[in-house]
């Protein structure tokens, strides 16, 4: 918003599904304030639809402003939500009138062969990047199995997608966040198991000349976040769903990502943050 921050995410009811909600901090907050500061609208900010591909979950928001418009590109799923067994698509929302609304269909669904788990589509995380210069829409996201971060993109706002390719497998990887920092990129990503490159699970952060769609791009691989980091237990399990944002009142890149103990895996997520330095 134009004069405070606001966050889109993700939050499950406790029976299954998941809806995306609005948490705000007063005007003129810095975004790395204490977490009391926010204050959270318990009201999804758009419905699900019973019957629709996306009935169960809508989640994993990535937020794009292009010219006077505002979009939400997120993961929607249906059934039990099961990877394998449902489908993931990645769905759009647009804002209007200050509300947000589905586009219906959607937007990206598995037309390669590797975008399928046991021949089931499994498109999901996505994040967005718009080129001013080119009109062109980049989009990271996680897909396939073995897991990849794949990238397509679009020139129509995120109606229809092509060029899509394979980024990197390095392990199992999960939640691309790609941010834009002066001439270079950069991705953080999850990774839930260690690796010859990955050490220990966490957050790593690699870098890229230019909006990279593939292997060859994406270099410089480093850990910004272990999993056990400094004995946390709240993220001890897992650490995911980075989001990348500038904080101009401080100067600085703010890491968001959720992470889940060990004890309360399946219900207990919780959003966490550090400064990254990039």
């Keep these: 918003k134009s004069t405070q921050w606001a966050m889109i995410f993700g939050g499950g009811d406790g029976a299954g599904a998941v809806d995306l909600f609005e948490a705000t901090l007063a005007a003129g907050t810095a975004l790395d304030a204490a977490a009391s500061s926010w204050t959270v609208n318990t009201t999804p900010i758009v419905a699900r639809v019973v019957g629709q591909w996306d009935e169960i979950g809508i989640e994993v928001p990535s937020y794009q402003k292009i010219g006077s418009t505002e979009y939400l590109f997120y993961t929607g799923y249906n059934g039990t939500g099961v990877a394998g067994t449902d489908t ?31 021949g089931v589509g499994f498109l999901s995380e996505p994040s967005t990047w718009y080129d001013e210069k080119t009109k062109i829409l980049h989009m990271w996201y996680t897909t396939g199995s073995p897991l990849v971060i794949a990238h397509a993109e679009s020139t129509d706002n995120g109606v229809t997608w092509t060029n899509k390719t394979k980024v990197f497998s390095l392990g199992i990887v999960w939640s691309g966040s790609v941010a834009k920092v002066g001439s270079k990129f950069f991705m953080v990503y999850s990774t839930f198991q260690s690796t010859p490159i990955e050490v ?6 690699i870098e890229s000349d230019g909006p990279g769609k593939d292997n060859l791009d994406w270099k410089h691989p480093r850990q910004v976040l272990s999993i056990t980091n400094g004995g946390r237990r709240w993220h001890a399990a897992h650490a995911y769903g980075p989001c990348i944002t500038y904080e101009p009142k401080k100067g600085k890149y703010i890491c968001f990502f959720t992470g889940r103990d060990p004890v309360n895996l399946a219900t207990k997520p919780h959003i966490g943050r550090f400064d990254i330095p990039l």
């Design 88 to 118: 993931f698509y990645i769905g759009r929302l647009t804002k209007t009138g200050g509300n947000w609304t589905r586009d219906g269909d959607p937007v990206m669904t598995n037309t390669e062969a590797w975008e399928a788990i046991t």
């Design 200 to 205: 220990t699970a966490g957050l790593y952060v």
